[in-house]
């Protein structure tokens, strides 16, 4: 693709598509495959809506501009950084967070579960304090306090970095006063007792971790390194989390493509898996009684 070649916004974005594919770039950061990747990058650098390419696609594109575009593409394929970190935003379920180098690309299935509902049934009157443990950049503290309005929101993260992006983003949303940030090893400064808790952690195992494309790579380490089955994290969770849960209590908790590694690690623990746009074994859920049970 050169400034004079293409000169529609469709046509750059099928030219852009093309470079990445044939750059060998990794998607999964808020998108899964070229055309969307490019579309994204495209229509973000011209400053257009991310989510009406019908109505622009035969706009014509300056010359000037389309330089732009071109240089934006060419960062993308040389830096290999996710294209949230070139744009500074990440969507999602329709909602805008700034991201940048200091914490990971949102991207949790938390997100459409808080969104559709589908953990409303564990939830009721009781439910008034909440944890987004792990938090990143706050994206599922504010999601969830925009879903649940009359709940408390503690967020909290090791990385102090980490919390210094999830600080733009309660500040972005108006929720500087519904959600407290902490700077939290684990459970150790979140004593609560929560009602809710949802944790996004670090639970790429070891070989996977060696095998990451330059995109991941990319993302803070401590954001994805759960040791040698994943499990890690999660060791440490269920030991300390019960006493933190108040008697109704449940956490959330995401664990990737880890259930082999989560079922041999936890195989008395009963849990409910719940399902998301990417299947039914990469969220759970499990109340403090299971966890009490399950584990002693
Ligand atoms: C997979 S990211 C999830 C971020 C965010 N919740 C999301 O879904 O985009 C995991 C997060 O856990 C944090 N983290 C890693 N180890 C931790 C620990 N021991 N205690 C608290 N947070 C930790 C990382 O800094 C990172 O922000």
């Known amino acids: 693709m050169s400034a004079q070649g293409p000169s529609t916004v469709l046509a750059l974005i099928e030219a852009g598509a093309q470079q990445l594919t044939e750059a ?38 300056a010359a000037a501009d389309a330089a732009k575009v071109v240089a934006l593409l060419s960062e993308r394929i040389a830096s290999r950084k996710p294209a949230a970190y070139l744009t500074k935003e990440a969507w999602l379920q329709g909602v805008a967070f700034y991201v940048d180098e200091r914490a990971i690309v949102p991207r949790s299935f938390i997100a459409e579960l808080l969104v559709d509902g ?10 008034q304090r909440v944890l987004d443990l792990c938090t990143g950049n706050g994206s599922l503290a504010v999601l969830a306090a925009m879903t649940y309005p009359d709940v408390r ?32 090893d684990g459970m150790s ?18 070989a996977s971790m060696n095998a990451l494309p330059a995109e991941y790579r990319a993302e803070p380490e401590l954001a994805l ?15 300390d989390v019960p006493s933190c849960m108040s008697t109704s209590a449940v956490l959330v908790l995401e664990i990737g493509n880890e259930r082999a590694h ?16 990417a299947g039914e074994d990469q969220v759970l859920l499990v109340t403090r009684d299971a966890l009490h049970k399950g584990l002693n």
């Open 153 to 184: 929101v503690d967020a909290a993260d090791l990385s102090t970095e980490a919390l210094q992006v999830a600080a733009i983003n309660l500040t972005r949303h108006q929720l500087d006063a519904r959600i407290t940030l902490l700077k939290s």
């Open 262 to 277: 989560f079922e041999a690690a936890f195989p008395q623990l009963e849990v409910v898996w719940l399902e998301t746009s």
């Open 225 to 239: 390194a759960g040791g040698a089955d994943g499990m890690d994290f999660v060791r440490r969770l269920f030991r």
């Open 118 to 127: 589908s953990i409303d049934y564990w939830l009721g009157e009781h439910t």
């Open 24 to 61: 060998g770039v990794a998607f999964g950061h808020g998108t899964a495959n070229a055309f969307d990747e490019a579309a994204w990058l495209v229509l973000w650098r011209l400053g257009l809506p991310l989510d009406d390419l019908d109505t622009v696609a035969n706009r014509p594109v």
């Open 189 to 206: 400064a979140a004593p609560g007792p929560y009602d809710l808790i949802l944790c996004n952690p670090p639970y790429v195992n070891s």
